[in-house]
């Protein structure tokens, strides 16, 4: 059993940086897949990014080059450093997690685990 909790969300304003944390609990943190997800208001749940256990990351299209997402298996946790961000950026961002050694998933079916999620909101 895995427990997510997501922090560092907020009210930025557009061209300026977030850093998203997910706290995980349980064990073997490092033979899970992590991702982080997005929900704005009356629209459906988008993938944003993943990582490996090794550290390979992958990205939406809309996100590369402007996000970066690690990992910290020391400390159980994934991070989602997000730069020039934009109006359109704004919503719920949910972090997921997966038991898996391969590529992780793009689709949220593909997870066991999620947190509460955290609101960023870009503001003009």
């Known amino acids: 059993q895995v427990q997510l909790v997501e922090s560092g969300g907020g009210l930025v304003q557009a061209g300026g940086s977030l850093r998203l944390s997910c706290a995980a609990s349980?064990?073997?943190?490092?033979?899970?897949?992590m991702g982080w997800f997005r929900q704005a208001l009356g629209k459906e749940r988008e993938f944003v990014a993943s990582?490996?256990?090794?550290?390979?990351?992958y990205y939406a299209d809309s996100v590369k080059g402007r996000f970066t997402m690690s990992r910290d298996n020391a400390k159980n946790a994934v991070y989602l450093q997000m730069n020039s961000l934009k109006l359109e950026d704004t919503a719920v961002y949910y972090c997921?997690?997966?038991?898996?050694?391969?590529?992780?998933?793009?689709?949220?079916?593909?997870?066991?685990?999620w947190g509460q999620g955290t609101q960023v909101t870009v503001s003009s």
């Open positions: 349980g064990r073997s943190f490092s033979a899970y897949a």
């Open positions: 997921a997690a997966v038991r898996s050694l391969g590529i992780p998933p793009r689709t949220g079916a593909g997870y066991d685990y």
């Open positions: 990582i490996r256990w090794s550290g390979s990351t």
